[in-house]
């Protein structure tokens, strides 16, 4: 039963990802040219899974798949293609099939289509647009980069406020230029400033001659062109909005934000965050060159030798010590790594705190009181496995008591780190996530072989 359950598992994740056949299967239908068969296989495909493709593969056979493929390329494939190689593609396609594949897109996204382009690309895709949608993203354009004016879409379902059911419903059905996708219906003043919505749900369940003001959400928020897009995507989270209407600085409505734009930035905050953890900047991608990504990644490995040199330093005063006691070379690695991996778990939680704003100034001295208590008791608990282990190992319980001292200090000295040194560089107004590892691993491997190899010195020679 249980072997049945995760091959059904297995199978239902495989329905979410390109199976290496199916890739298989186009890269030989673009080595042979075949046209028609790479049309019949990609096809079916979503828009999302035929953008993963263009990613994943080679930049030669990606070149090949758009020279006989990419004239049957559409706006919603460039819009989930990463932004490494957006230009690329773009660059790629006939100047007519660029056209076509803009015109259909909301404004949001060709805004989030160009606005890393160049100014040439820019001009080429407005061109593609006809005076009132150039307008629109042209208006879009004119805001901060992450900024919720970036990120709303222009075109807004919206009624006036004495508006009754029936009335919308007869509007709603007449209009040709609805958004694809929408899910409130937003109320406006005279002043066009927008002062409720009404989901289609509502709408479609009230009897007709119910007015829209007596049947809006209980929960109505406007966010302001100029806030931050992590701000914006927080409020969605938080208070589980589905759109939410963008006034500018009179209030007057401009645009709106839905869930599916909030979350991609939620999204992609979370992205960045681990990849700065990790040190290999916050716009890797696998459709990266070897040169960008040695460029990415040089600076923070060079960081990184930088603080092993102070590590070494540290090293180097014990010299005596060392050349005395051999053991101490072999246990000294222990004690780094230890203090390391605690430091990272208590940096992790950390960072995903604040970003989520869990930790705040109500509560952060609880947690570094926890953290703190936590990191003791670790080095409690590690200080006799290790103690016991260096005493039988090398016959000298002195040297299962230091190795056991120095375990406590740097497990403490590593909760300690892992969750004040973010907060700092958060206070500083610096992302917490860019170079809180470096710091805190710096931290651990200075103190605890300053620990060890100090106690042993004083305990044992």
């Keep these: 039963?249980?072997?049945?359950?995760?091959?059904?598992?297995?199978?239902?994740?495989?329905?979410?990802?390109?199976?290496?056949?199916?890739?298989?299967?186009i890269l030989d239908a673009v080595e042979q040219e075949d046209a028609d068969r790479l049309s019949e296989l990609l096809e079916p495909l979503h828009a999302a899974d035929i953008a993963d493709l263009i990613e994943q593969v080679s930049g030669h056979e990606r070149?090949?798949?758009?020279?006989?493929?990419?004239?049957?390329?559409?706006?919603?494939?460039?819009?989930?293609?990463?932004?490494?190689?957006?230009?690329?593609?773009?660059?790629?396609?006939?100047?007519?099939?660029?056209?076509?594949?803009?015109?259909?897109?909301?404004?949001?996204?060709?805004v989030d289509l160009i606005e890393d382009l160049e100014e040439p690309q820019q001009e080429a895709i407005l061109g593609a647009l006809d005076e009132t949608d150039r307008a629109a993203v042209e208006k879009s354009l004119g805001y901060p980069e992450y900024s919720a004016g970036r990120l709303m879409q222009r075109e807004v379902v919206t009624a006036p406020e004495h508006w009754t059911v029936g009335e919308t419903i007869d509007f709603l059905r007449k209009a040709k230029w609805l958004p694809d996708q929408f899910y409130h219906v937003t109320l406006v003043d005279p002043g066009h400033h927008p002062v409720g919505n009404v989901t289609l749900g509502r709408i479609l369940s009230a009897p007709r001659a119910s007015k829209l003001i007596e049947i809006c959400?209980?929960?109505?928020?406007?966010?302001?062109a100029y806030q931050d897009e992590g701000d914006v995507a927080y409020a969605f989270n938080q208070y589980h909005l589905i759109s939410a209407p963008v006034v500018d600085e009179d209030d007057r409505l401009v645009g709106v934000i839905t869930i599916d734009d909030a979350?991609?930035?939620?999204?992609?905050?979370?992205?960045?965050?681990?990849?700065?953890?990790?040190?290999?900047?916050?716009?890797?991608?696998?459709?990266?060159?070897?040169?960008?990504?040695v460029r990415q990644r040089l600076p923070w490995l060079f960081i990184n030798l930088l603080t092993a040199i102070l590590a070494s330093a540290v090293i180097s005063i014990f010299e005596g010590t060392i050349q005395q006691l051999v053991a101490l070379a072999v246990l000294m690695p222990i004690v780094a790594s230890m203090g390391g991996n605690a430091g990272t778990q208590t940096l992790t939680v950390a960072v995903r705190a604040l970003a989520t704003r869990d930790l705040t100034d109500s509560?952060?001295?609880?947690?570094?009181?926890?953290?703190?208590?936590?990191?003791?008791?670790?080095?409690?608990?590690?200080?006799?496995v290790m103690g016991a282990v260096a005493a039988f190992w090398f016959s000298g319980a002195q040297l299962g008591i230091v190795i056991g001292l120095a375990m406590v200090i740097n497990?403490?000295?590593?909760?300690?780190?892992?969750?004040?040194i973010p907060l700092a560089l958060e206070k500083l107004g610096a992302d917490p996530a860019l170079a809180s590892g470096t710091f805190v691993t710096t931290m651990t491997d200075v103190v605890g072989f300053f620990a060890f190899l100090g106690l042993a010195s004083v305990v044992l020679l």
Excluded at 86 to 92: F, G, N, P
Excluded at 268 to 274: L, V
Excluded at 275 to 282: E, P
């Design 63 to 110: 070149r090949e798949i758009l020279r006989l493929w990419g004239r049957q390329i559409d706006g919603e494939i460039l819009t989930e293609i990463d932004e490494g190689i957006r230009e690329e593609v773009l660059a790629s396609l006939p100047p007519e099939v660029l056209a076509d594949a803009v015109r259909e897109l909301d404004s949001d996204d060709v």
């Design 217 to 224: 959400e209980e929960e109505f928020r406007k966010i302001s």
């Design 1 to 25: 039963m249980a072997e049945a359950l995760a091959e059904e598992t297995e199978r239902e994740e495989e329905d979410y990802r390109l199976s290496g056949e199916l890739v298989e299967e």
């Design 263 to 293: 979350m991609s930035v939620l999204d992609e905050e979370h992205e960045e965050d681990i990849l700065r953890l990790a040190g290999v900047g916050d716009e890797s991608a696998i459709s990266d060159t070897v040169l960008e990504t």
């Design 363 to 384: 509560n952060v001295w609880r947690v570094v009181r926890r953290e703190t208590i936590v990191g003791l008791l670790n080095g409690l608990a590690f200080a006799v």
């Design 411 to 420: 497990l403490v000295v590593a909760a300690l780190s892992g969750i004040l």
